[in-house]
Protein backbone atom coordinates (compact mmCIF):
# COMPACT_ATOMS: atom_id res chain seq x y z
CA UNK A 1 0.00 0.00 0.00
CA UNK A 2 1.28 3.74 -0.37
CA UNK A 3 0.97 5.74 2.79
CA UNK A 4 1.76 8.58 4.49
CA UNK A 5 3.82 9.26 7.95
CA UNK A 6 1.25 9.83 10.98
CA UNK A 7 2.42 10.91 14.45
CA UNK A 8 4.73 8.43 15.85
CA UNK A 9 2.98 5.40 18.00
CA UNK A 10 3.43 5.45 21.49
CA UNK A 11 4.85 3.31 23.92
CA UNK A 12 3.77 2.25 27.52
CA UNK A 13 5.85 0.71 30.86
CA UNK A 14 5.48 -2.77 31.11
CA UNK A 15 5.91 -4.51 34.44
CA UNK A 16 7.18 -8.75 32.71
CA UNK A 17 10.82 -8.78 31.88
CA UNK A 18 9.85 -11.03 28.87
CA UNK A 19 8.15 -7.76 27.20
CA UNK A 20 10.56 -5.61 26.28
CA UNK A 21 8.06 -3.29 24.72
CA UNK A 22 4.48 -2.20 24.34
CA UNK A 23 3.64 -0.06 21.11
CA UNK A 24 0.17 1.47 20.94
CA UNK A 25 -0.93 1.89 17.39
CA UNK A 26 -1.88 5.61 16.25
CA UNK A 27 -4.25 5.79 13.31
CA UNK A 28 -3.55 6.83 9.99
CA UNK A 29 -5.03 7.11 6.31
CA UNK A 30 -5.14 4.56 2.92
CA UNK A 31 -6.88 4.85 -0.21
CA UNK A 32 -9.63 6.31 2.11
CA UNK A 33 -9.66 3.82 4.90
CA UNK A 34 -8.77 4.07 8.14
CA UNK A 35 -5.36 2.08 9.37
CA UNK A 36 -3.63 1.31 12.85
CA UNK A 37 0.16 1.46 12.36
CA UNK A 38 2.44 -0.17 14.39
CA UNK A 39 5.79 -0.43 12.97
CA UNK A 40 7.77 1.98 12.09
CA UNK A 41 8.34 3.31 15.67
CA UNK A 42 10.62 6.15 16.70
CA UNK A 43 12.06 3.30 19.35
CA UNK A 44 12.06 0.30 17.21
CA UNK A 45 12.45 0.51 13.48
CA UNK A 46 11.73 -3.38 12.89
CA UNK A 47 11.29 -6.56 14.22
CA UNK A 48 12.92 -9.57 12.24
CA UNK A 49 12.55 -8.09 8.45
CA UNK A 50 8.89 -6.53 9.86
CA UNK A 51 9.66 -2.71 8.95
CA UNK A 52 6.15 -1.69 8.64
CA UNK A 53 2.74 -3.18 9.99
CA UNK A 54 -0.58 -1.61 9.30
CA UNK A 55 -3.89 -3.11 10.67
CA UNK A 56 -6.83 -1.91 8.16
CA UNK A 57 -10.26 -1.44 9.49
CA UNK A 58 -12.28 -3.59 10.83
CA UNK A 59 -14.48 -1.62 8.79
CA UNK A 60 -17.36 -1.18 6.36
CA UNK A 61 -18.02 0.35 2.80
CA UNK A 62 -21.65 1.18 1.89
CA UNK A 63 -22.94 0.09 -1.13
CA UNK A 64 -20.31 2.08 -4.47
CA UNK A 65 -17.81 2.44 -1.91
CA UNK A 66 -14.61 0.48 -1.16
CA UNK A 67 -10.74 0.66 -0.68
CA UNK A 68 -9.18 2.94 -3.81
CA UNK A 69 -5.31 2.47 -3.47
CA UNK A 70 -4.07 4.41 -6.92
CA UNK A 71 -0.90 2.54 -8.60
CA UNK A 72 1.84 3.57 -6.15
CA UNK A 73 5.69 2.29 -5.93
CA UNK A 74 7.96 0.12 -3.56
CA UNK A 75 11.55 -0.86 -3.58
CA UNK A 76 13.56 -2.84 -1.57
CA UNK A 77 10.66 -4.40 -0.09
CA UNK A 78 8.67 -7.76 0.59
CA UNK A 79 4.78 -6.68 0.71
CA UNK A 80 2.67 -9.17 2.82
CA UNK A 81 -1.01 -8.67 2.79
CA UNK A 82 -3.57 -10.87 4.75
CA UNK A 83 -6.59 -10.45 5.17
CA UNK A 84 -9.61 -11.34 7.50
CA UNK A 85 -12.51 -9.94 6.66
CA UNK A 86 -13.17 -8.46 2.52
CA UNK A 87 -11.28 -9.05 -0.54
CA UNK A 88 -9.08 -6.51 -2.55
CA UNK A 89 -8.06 -6.64 -6.21
CA UNK A 90 -4.46 -6.70 -6.83
CA UNK A 91 -2.57 -5.18 -9.95
CA UNK A 92 0.77 -4.52 -10.18
CA UNK A 93 3.39 -3.40 -13.46
CA UNK A 94 4.31 -7.10 -13.78
CA UNK A 95 0.66 -7.85 -15.06
CA UNK A 96 -0.44 -9.54 -11.98
CA UNK A 97 -4.02 -9.35 -11.23
CA UNK A 98 -5.44 -11.50 -7.91
CA UNK A 99 -8.17 -10.88 -5.69
CA UNK A 100 -7.44 -11.77 -2.25
CA UNK A 101 -9.67 -13.50 0.15
CA UNK A 102 -9.69 -14.37 4.10
CA UNK A 103 -6.54 -16.64 4.96
CA UNK A 104 -4.53 -16.40 1.42
CA UNK A 105 -1.38 -14.74 1.28
CA UNK A 106 -0.49 -12.21 -1.16
CA UNK A 107 3.36 -11.86 -1.53
CA UNK A 108 4.66 -8.82 -3.31
CA UNK A 109 8.37 -8.34 -3.93
CA UNK A 110 9.14 -4.90 -4.88
CA UNK A 111 13.23 -5.57 -5.54
CA UNK A 112 14.55 -2.61 -8.06
CA UNK A 113 11.07 -1.34 -8.75
CA UNK A 114 7.58 -2.14 -8.83
CA UNK A 115 4.29 -0.60 -8.66
CA UNK A 116 0.77 -2.01 -7.66
CA UNK A 117 -2.84 -0.67 -6.89
CA UNK A 118 -5.07 -2.10 -4.38
CA UNK A 119 -8.85 -1.65 -4.54
CA UNK A 120 -12.25 -3.21 -3.70
CA UNK A 121 -13.88 -4.94 -7.05
CA UNK A 122 -16.52 -4.27 -8.78
CA UNK A 123 -18.71 -7.36 -7.52
CA UNK A 124 -18.38 -6.49 -4.29
CA UNK A 125 -19.28 -2.84 -4.47
CA UNK A 126 -22.83 -3.59 -5.80
CA UNK A 127 -23.63 -4.46 -1.94
CA UNK A 128 -22.04 -3.35 1.29
CA UNK A 129 -18.81 -4.86 2.09
CA UNK A 130 -16.40 -5.38 4.94
CA UNK A 131 -12.64 -5.06 5.39
CA UNK A 132 -10.06 -6.01 8.21
CA UNK A 133 -6.84 -7.21 7.69
CA UNK A 134 -3.26 -6.69 7.95
CA UNK A 135 -0.72 -5.32 5.39
CA UNK A 136 3.16 -5.69 7.00
CA UNK A 137 6.49 -5.13 4.71
CA UNK A 138 9.64 -7.15 4.90
CA UNK A 139 13.06 -5.88 4.20
CA UNK A 140 14.79 -7.35 2.11
CA UNK A 141 18.76 -8.73 2.84
CA UNK A 142 20.98 -5.73 1.21
CA UNK A 143 22.27 -8.55 -1.81
CA UNK A 144 18.29 -8.72 -2.81
CA UNK A 145 17.64 -4.98 -1.89
CA UNK A 146 17.43 -4.83 -5.94
CA UNK A 147 16.37 -7.93 -7.15
CA UNK A 148 13.91 -9.01 -10.01
CA UNK A 149 10.00 -8.02 -8.67
CA UNK A 150 8.01 -10.64 -8.41
CA UNK A 151 4.76 -11.95 -7.10
CA UNK A 152 3.26 -15.11 -5.59
CA UNK A 153 -0.07 -15.68 -4.17
CA UNK A 154 -0.80 -18.75 -1.60
CA UNK A 155 -4.76 -19.97 -0.61
CA UNK A 156 -5.73 -20.14 2.73
CA UNK A 157 -5.43 -24.53 2.02
CA UNK A 158 -1.92 -24.43 1.20
CA UNK A 159 -0.78 -23.01 4.82
CA UNK A 160 -0.05 -24.86 7.56
CA UNK A 161 -2.55 -25.38 10.32
CA UNK A 162 -2.29 -26.54 14.12
CA UNK A 163 -5.01 -27.28 16.13
CA UNK A 164 -4.51 -27.93 19.97
CA UNK A 165 -5.81 -27.48 23.49
CA UNK A 166 -7.81 -24.50 22.70
CA UNK A 167 -5.19 -23.37 20.10
CA UNK A 168 -6.22 -22.81 16.56
CA UNK A 169 -3.19 -21.70 14.63
CA UNK A 170 -1.93 -20.94 10.94
CA UNK A 171 1.10 -20.45 10.13
CA UNK A 172 1.45 -17.75 7.24
CA UNK A 173 5.47 -17.74 6.75
CA UNK A 174 8.61 -19.07 8.12
CA UNK A 175 9.15 -22.17 10.26
CA UNK A 176 7.85 -22.06 13.95
CA UNK A 177 5.15 -24.37 16.22
CA UNK A 178 6.84 -27.61 14.99
CA UNK A 179 5.60 -26.39 10.82
CA UNK A 180 6.97 -24.96 7.91
CA UNK A 181 5.01 -22.45 5.83
CA UNK A 182 5.22 -22.68 1.46
CA UNK A 183 5.53 -19.01 1.48
CA UNK A 184 9.19 -18.15 0.16
CA UNK A 185 10.76 -16.07 2.89
CA UNK A 186 14.28 -14.47 1.75
CA UNK A 187 15.49 -14.05 5.23
CA UNK A 188 14.81 -15.65 9.02
CA UNK A 189 10.91 -14.89 9.27
CA UNK A 190 7.93 -16.02 11.59
CA UNK A 191 4.64 -14.93 11.25
CA UNK A 192 1.12 -17.09 12.44
CA UNK A 193 -2.13 -16.15 13.01
CA UNK A 194 -3.77 -17.30 15.90
CA UNK A 195 -6.73 -18.08 18.00
CA UNK A 196 -7.31 -19.15 21.15
CA UNK A 197 -10.33 -20.21 23.33
CA UNK A 198 -10.42 -18.59 26.79
CA UNK A 199 -8.15 -19.82 29.19
CA UNK A 200 -5.70 -21.54 26.74
CA UNK A 201 -1.99 -21.19 27.02
CA UNK A 202 0.52 -20.70 23.93
CA UNK A 203 4.15 -21.32 24.46
CA UNK A 204 6.23 -19.09 21.85
CA UNK A 205 9.30 -20.41 20.23
CA UNK A 206 12.34 -18.81 21.59
CA UNK A 207 14.81 -19.45 18.84
CA UNK A 208 13.93 -16.44 16.84
CA UNK A 209 15.84 -13.67 17.54
CA UNK A 210 13.09 -11.04 17.35
CA UNK A 211 9.74 -11.08 18.64
CA UNK A 212 6.81 -9.67 18.50
CA UNK A 213 2.87 -10.10 19.06
CA UNK A 214 0.09 -7.94 17.67
CA UNK A 215 -3.14 -8.83 19.56
CA UNK A 216 -6.40 -8.12 17.40
CA UNK A 217 -9.02 -9.03 20.21
CA UNK A 218 -9.04 -10.62 23.12
CA UNK A 219 -7.17 -10.18 26.78
CA UNK A 220 -3.84 -12.11 27.07
CA UNK A 221 -1.68 -12.39 30.13
CA UNK A 222 2.38 -12.49 30.07
CA UNK A 223 3.82 -12.99 33.14
CA UNK A 224 1.02 -11.86 35.43
CA UNK A 225 0.18 -8.81 33.55
CA UNK A 226 -2.99 -8.33 31.40
CA UNK A 227 -2.83 -7.05 27.84
CA UNK A 228 -5.75 -5.56 26.16
CA UNK A 229 -6.11 -5.61 22.46
CA UNK A 230 -4.78 -3.28 19.50
CA UNK A 231 -0.87 -3.33 20.64
CA UNK A 232 2.03 -4.76 19.80
CA UNK A 233 4.30 -6.47 22.41
CA UNK A 234 8.13 -6.59 22.16
CA UNK A 235 9.01 -9.62 23.20
CA UNK A 236 12.84 -9.80 24.54
CA UNK A 237 15.40 -12.43 22.85
CA UNK A 238 16.03 -15.96 24.09
CA UNK A 239 13.23 -15.30 26.90
CA UNK A 240 10.74 -18.23 27.94
CA UNK A 241 7.32 -17.00 27.20
CA UNK A 242 3.76 -18.28 27.74
CA UNK A 243 0.77 -16.49 26.58
CA UNK A 244 -2.62 -16.60 27.91
CA UNK A 245 -5.90 -15.94 27.03
CA UNK A 246 -7.94 -14.31 29.27
CA UNK A 247 -10.93 -13.93 27.02
CA UNK A 248 -11.19 -15.52 23.18
CA UNK A 249 -8.52 -13.91 21.56
CA UNK A 250 -6.98 -13.71 18.10
CA UNK A 251 -3.23 -12.49 17.62
CA UNK A 252 -0.46 -12.27 15.35
CA UNK A 253 3.03 -13.89 16.00
CA UNK A 254 5.69 -12.21 14.13
CA UNK A 255 9.50 -12.06 13.91
CA UNK A 256 13.18 -13.37 12.91
CA UNK A 257 16.45 -12.60 12.77
CA UNK A 258 18.02 -9.22 13.24
CA UNK A 259 18.37 -7.45 9.85
CA UNK A 260 21.66 -6.90 8.03
CA UNK A 261 22.16 -3.37 9.09
CA UNK A 262 19.96 -0.70 9.62
CA UNK A 263 17.08 0.10 7.01
CA UNK A 264 16.12 3.75 6.19
CA UNK A 265 12.33 4.71 5.15
CA UNK A 266 10.97 7.37 2.79
CA UNK A 267 7.33 6.89 1.59
CA UNK A 268 7.47 3.84 0.23
CA UNK A 269 10.52 3.28 -0.59
CA UNK A 270 12.97 0.99 1.44
CA UNK A 271 16.80 0.91 1.25
CA UNK A 272 19.51 0.42 3.38
CA UNK A 273 20.87 3.65 1.17
CA UNK A 274 19.93 7.30 1.39
CA UNK A 275 21.23 7.92 -2.36
CA UNK A 276 19.46 4.82 -3.54
CA UNK A 277 15.83 6.28 -1.35
CA UNK A 278 17.07 9.73 -3.37
CA UNK A 279 17.15 7.90 -6.81
CA UNK A 280 13.74 6.27 -6.62
CA UNK A 281 11.81 9.71 -5.44
CA UNK A 282 13.32 11.37 -8.64
CA UNK A 283 12.19 8.22 -10.86
CA UNK A 284 8.83 8.06 -9.47
CA UNK A 285 8.34 11.96 -10.23
CA UNK A 286 9.82 11.31 -13.53
CA UNK A 287 7.28 8.50 -14.16
CA UNK A 288 10.38 6.40 -15.04
CA UNK A 289 8.70 3.18 -12.90
CA UNK A 290 6.99 0.55 -14.88
CA UNK A 291 2.54 1.19 -15.91
CA UNK A 292 -0.33 -0.93 -14.11
CA UNK A 293 -1.99 -2.79 -16.85
CA UNK A 294 -5.56 -1.88 -16.76
CA UNK A 295 -4.91 1.68 -14.69
CA UNK A 296 -4.28 4.16 -16.99
CA UNK A 297 -2.92 7.38 -16.26
CA UNK A 298 -3.77 6.78 -12.16
CA UNK A 299 -0.46 7.36 -9.67
CA UNK A 300 -0.38 7.94 -6.11
CA UNK A 301 1.67 11.67 -6.52
CA UNK A 302 4.83 11.94 -5.04
CA UNK A 303 4.41 13.81 -1.40
CA UNK A 304 6.51 16.67 -0.48
CA UNK A 305 8.86 16.26 2.50
CA UNK A 306 7.58 16.66 6.10
Not at 17 to 31: F, Y
Not at 64 to 89: C, E, K, M, R
Request: glycine fraction near 10%; aromatic fraction near 8%.
Amino acid sequence: MSWTPCPEAEAAATAPEAVEMVIVPRSGDIGGYEVRRALPFRNRRMVGPFIFWDQMGPGEFLTGQGLDVLPHPHIGLSTVTYLFNGAIDHRDSLGTEKTIQPGDVNLMTAGAGIVHSERTGAAARMQPSRLFGIQSWLALPMPLEDTAPAFEHHAAADLPRIEAEGIDLRLIMGGGFGAVSPVRTDWETLYADVTLAAGAQLPLPRDMEERALYVLSGDIEIGGVAYAPQQMLVLRPKDDVMVRALTQVRLMVLGGAAMDGPRFIDWNFVSSSKERLAAAREDWRAQRFPKVPGEGDAFVPLPARG
